[in-house]
């Protein structure tokens, strides 16, 4: 059960090189493995770079999202 005083914070990655939905449920079970994560909603642009909205109830540490990427087999984007 989710404590309902954690505030919630919402933190957006841009994504290279995903182009279907094996692509999302990868990179989504990577992140939702990093403490803190409440959830992931991704907005795939196949072959292009994809929108990653995490709900997390801290911030998360960027080389932290950056391995998880990575271990799903794909990279951070610039923007």
């Not at 409440?38 to 932290?64: C, I, N």
Request: some cysteine.
């Amino acid at each position: 059960m989710t404590d309902s005083s954690a505030p919630v914070l919402h933190e957006q990655y841009l994504v290279a090189g995903m182009t279907c939905g094996h692509c999302v449920s990868a990179v989504t079970e990577e992140l939702s493995a990093i403490d803190g994560v409440e959830g992931v909603d991704v907005d795939l642009d196949a072959g292009g770079v994809s929108r990653v909205d995490v709900t997390v109830s801290r911030p998360l540490a960027s080389a932290d999202v950056e391995a998880a990427i990575s271990e799903a087999g794909y990279s951070l984007a610039s923007a």
